[in-house]
Nanobody
Framework: QVQLVESGGGSVQAGGSLRLSCAAS????????MAWFRQSPGKERERVAV???????RYADSVKGRFTISKDNAKSTLYLEMNRVKPEDTGMYYC??????????????????WGQGTQVTVSS
């Protein structure tokens, strides 16, 4: 069973920065496809960024150039560096993992393992 625990959320002003972390079960980060999703009230869950087992990444158009997904296999931790944040970045951010390690286009419905989420609130 894969366990994922997010941290690092909070309140930040527009234009600021925040780094989210996702601590994963041992061996998960290096062997799984990992992703960050977010969801705001009344909206569907949106894939923000994904990174596969060999380090290929993909971002939502809305965060390209501002957010960076990365991982530290030794620490079994996934990160999301959020820069120049905007009020529309507000939402619950979730870490997700799937054993299809080389995939880069998995959707929300494809991911098997999920964390509990960490709230990010961006004020204008």
């Amino acid at each position: 069973q894969v366990q994922l625990v997010e941290s690092g959320g909070g309140s930040v002003q527009a234009g600021g920065s925040l780094r989210l972390s996702c601590a994963a079960s041992r061996y998960t980060i290096g062997s799984y496809c990992m992703a960050w999703f977010r969801q705001s009230p009344g909206k569907e869950r949106e894939r923000v960024a994904v990174i596969n087992s060999v380090g290929s990444t993909r971002y939502a158009d809305s965060v390209k150039g501002r957010f960076t997904i990365s991982k530290d296999n030794a620490k079994s931790t996934l990160y999301l560096e959020m820069n120049r944040v905007k009020p529309e970045d507000t939402g619950m951010y979730y870490c997700a993992a799937d054993h299809r390690s080389l995939h880069i286009d998995l959707s929300s419905a494809d991911f098997v393992y999920w964390g509990q989420g960490t709230q990010v609130t961006v004020s204008s």
